[in-house]
């Protein structure tokens, strides 16, 4: 069965300062990739997708996530954090032409201003 | 387009009790699936659907029972609740099969005493 693991559970980041959140799944075969975020009390919302092609994709709100198919990660990445980016952010992952998704657990971004 | 809407947004029961959970999509999507979120556990999976008429067992689906009689609905029914059913629920829709993403309601949030 797959599973998307993220790194971390927590993540406390100051005004301007880089982001990297870890995100890492088990499948052998081909998958798409996305990073949803949750701002507080509000729903998913997707912020990129990977489907196929150039590994490094670019997303909304300045994010971008690099798929490593040898490593088997999607890491998600912003080089300037900003208060307004402090929500939860899942990584998921759905078998190529799959029914279902699965979530990892998801790493809270607080960034203080 | 209202996209995927979810009612009731907030509900409390006593154990024991019955309620049912309604989404409604209006983007003709064929597939609708149910999730739960707790915190630390990202989303799991409750029951999907993809097609009218029919549904399918998710990774949590024991307590919980759902239908498809419209392309647009997906309801999620709880017979006898317990707290251990105490969560936020978020419905998704995706279009079909090919690769896309799922576009997400705004969650209820249930409480069970």
């Known amino acids: 069965a797959q599973s998307v693991s993220q790194h971390n559970h927590h993540v406390i980041l100051s005004e301007a300062a880089s982001l990297e959140l870890g995100c890492n799944y088990s499948?052998?075969?081909?998958?798409?990739l996305f990073w949803y975020v949750q701002y507080p009390g509000q729903h998913l919302q997707l912020l990129l997708k990977y489907f196929s092609g150039d590994p490094l994709v670019k997303g909304i709100k300045g994010f971008e996530a690099e798929f490593i198919k040898s490593k088997f990660s999607f890491n998600l990445r912003k080089p300037s954090v900003q208060w307004s980016d402090t929500a939860e952010y899942f990584c998921?992952?759905?078998?190529?032409?799959?029914?279902?998704?699965?979530f990892g657990p998801g790493t809270r971004l607080s960034v203080l201003p | 387009n209202a996209g995927v809407t979810q009612t009731p947004k907030f509900r409390v029961l006593k154990t024991g009790q019955s309620m049912t959970l309604l989404c409604a999509q209006d983007?003709?999507?064929?597939?609708m699936y149910w999730y739960r979120q707790d915190p630390g556990m990202g989303l799991r999976l409750i029951h999907y659907?993809?097609?009218?008429?029919?549904?399918a067992k998710g990774e949590v689906p024991d307590g919980y029972n759902v239908s498809r009689l419209k392309k647009q609905n997906f309801l999620l029914g709880l017979e006898s609740a317990a707290p251990s059913q105490t969560s936020v629920y978020f419905c998704a829709s995706r279009p079909d099969p090919a690769r896309n993403e799922q576009f997400f309601g705004p969650g209820t949030r249930l409480t069970v005493l």
């Open positions: 983007m003709n999507h064929e597939y």
């Open positions: 659907s993809v097609g009218e008429g029919t549904t």
């Open positions: 499948y052998g075969g081909t998958v798409n």
């Open positions: 998921a992952v759905n078998e190529d032409y799959g029914q279902n998704f699965v």
